[in-house]
């Protein structure tokens, strides 16, 4: 996990995540921080800020520290909704790829009263910003796909466990299957003979669409500041050989949400 967690190309899109912080802030609650990619983007977006990073994970924490070494980089061990920090206390909140997790392995409630808590963290005019999958939507679109990405598509629609995953051969070997099904399907093959396999395949990368989540951020007494799709899904299906043959835009692998308090 600590090596998915430090790949790289995650940096591009946690940069949108700071870049939406206010530069004036005095304190960061980093949610499901893992190994701290987006501490030194903190730091350089609100230098005097004190960064605090929250995870379950003891080994995951211990990376962030040898990552970020400083005296305004925190750590706290802890799973959302229960963070163990005082209310009215915190310039901003981010999270980057939490929710979803909160959302499938505690439920819809506990994902509720993680923003609740996190409202009641924040100080006035504090926010709230998201990075997170999203579900595309329940539309479908006629699929081509390479050999291999097939053979792969059958393997994924064996091993994955939280709804049945289908599609229809369609003529001229092509697929029609829904858009949320294929975009978990191309966001879980990295996953395929790892040792997160197990793992990937007993969770969805698609359980609210951006406006879905963005309403539980309303409920919780926020104000949606700014929302968009970030990460082309093009950019996951080309290198698998795979070609959505629909003329219509596709909603990006990622939502980028603001909410303020």
């Known amino acids: 996990m600590a090596k998915v967690l430090s790949h790289r190309g ?10 939406q912080v206010d530069r004036r802030s005095s304190t960061i609650l980093d949610l499901g921080c893992g190994v701290g990619m987006l501490a030194p983007l903190l730091r ?13 994970s003891q ?15 925190e750590t706290l061990q802890g799973r959302m909704p229960e963070i163990p920090i005082q209310t009215n206390s915190i310039d901003a909140i981010v999270a980057v790829q939490a929710l979803h997790e909160v959302f499938h392995f505690m439920g819809s409630s506990q994902l509720k009263q993680t923003l609740d808590v996190a409202h009641s963290l924040l100080r006035e005019g504090g926010v709230f910003v998201a990075m997170d999958h999203q579900n595309p939507g329940e539309g479908l679109a006629r699929v081509k796909m390479s050999e291999k990405s097939l053979e792969k598509l059958t393997y994924f629609r064996d091993r994955f ?3 049945r995953i289908q599609y229809t051969d369609m003529p ?3 697929l029609e299957m829904s858009l949320r099904d ?14 997160l396999e197990e793992e990937e395949m007993n969770e969805t990368h698609t359980p609210f669409t951006a406006e879905e989540i963005a309403s539980k951020f309303l409920e919780a007494g926020f104000t949606i500041e700014h929302l968009q799709n970030l ?13 959505v043959l629909d003329e219509f835009d596709l909603p ?3 939502f980028l949400l603001k909410a303020r308090k």
Do not use: C
Request: hydrophobic share 35%; charged share 25%.
């Open 10 to 19: 995650r940096v591009k899109y946690m940069k949108h995540v700071a870049n």
């Open 44 to 56: 350089s977006r609100a230098p005097q800020a004190n960064i605090v990073g929250l995870d379950m």
């Open 59 to 73: 080994f995951l924490l211990g990376e962030m520290r040898t990552r970020n070494p400083g005296s305004n980089v």
């Open 161 to 163: 466990q939280p709804r």
């Open 172 to 174: 001229g070997g092509d």
């Open 182 to 195: 294929l975009y978990d399907f191309v966001t879980k093959i990295w996953s395929f003979g790892t040792d």
């Open 231 to 243: 990460n082309p899904i093009e950019q996951r299906l080309k290198p698998f050989g795979i070609k």
């Open 252 to 254: 990006g692998r990622y």
